[in-house]
Nanobody, 118 residues
Framework: QVQLVESGGGLVQPGGSLRLSCAAS????????MGWYRQAPGKQRELVAAVTSGGSTNYADSVKGRFTISRDNAKDTVYLQMNSLKPEDTALYYCNMDGSTWGLGDYWGQGTQVTVSS
C-alpha cells in the first residue's frame, strides 16, 4: 500500500523559512514524478513545485526564486525548502506522487499546514 507522509509545516513569521518533507513507502519511489501542491481556504488546489524522476524541476511563478524542490531517492523522500515566506503562502500543503508516465497510480499525502503570520 502506497503511503505519503508529510511533515515540517507550522507557523512562521513573514520572511522566515520552513522545509517540508514527504516520505513515501510501498512503491518504487525513484520512478515517480513528485510534486507539492497547496490549497488555501476558498481557493483551488494549485501546483507549487514538481520534480520528475530524472530530476527536472518546475515551479509556480509565485514561488520562483523562493522555494526549492528536491528529492532523495535513497531516502524515498521529497523536500520543499521554502524561504522568504509571505502571508499569501499560507495554505495546506500536499505531497503528490504521479506515476502516470508508467501507467501507475496517482497518490496524495494528508497535507501539512503552513501558516505565515506575524
Amino acid at each position: 500500500q502506497v503511503q505519503l507522509v508529510e511533515s515540517g509545516g507550522g507557523l512562521v513569521q513573514p520572511g522566515g523559512s520552513l522545509r517540508l518533507s514527504c516520505a513515501a513507502s510501498g512503491t518504487i519511489f525513484s520512478i515517480y514524478a513528485m510534486g507539492w501542491y497547496r490549497q488555501a481556504p476558498g481557493k483551488q488546489r494549485e501546483l507549487v513545485a514538481a520534480v520528475t524522476s530524472g530530476g527536472s524541476t518546475n515551479y509556480a511563478d509565485s514561488v520562483k526564486g523562493r522555494f526549492t524542490i528536491s528529492r532523495d531517492n535513497a531516502k524515498d523522500t521529497v523536500y520543499l525548502q521554502m524561504n522568504s515566506l509571505k502571508p499569501e503562502d499560507t495554505a495546506l500543503y500536499y505531497c503528490n506522487m504521479d506515476g502516470s508516465t508508467w501507467g501507475l497510480g496517482d497518490y496524495w499525502g494528508q497535507g501539512t499546514q503552513v501558516t505565515v503570520s506575524s
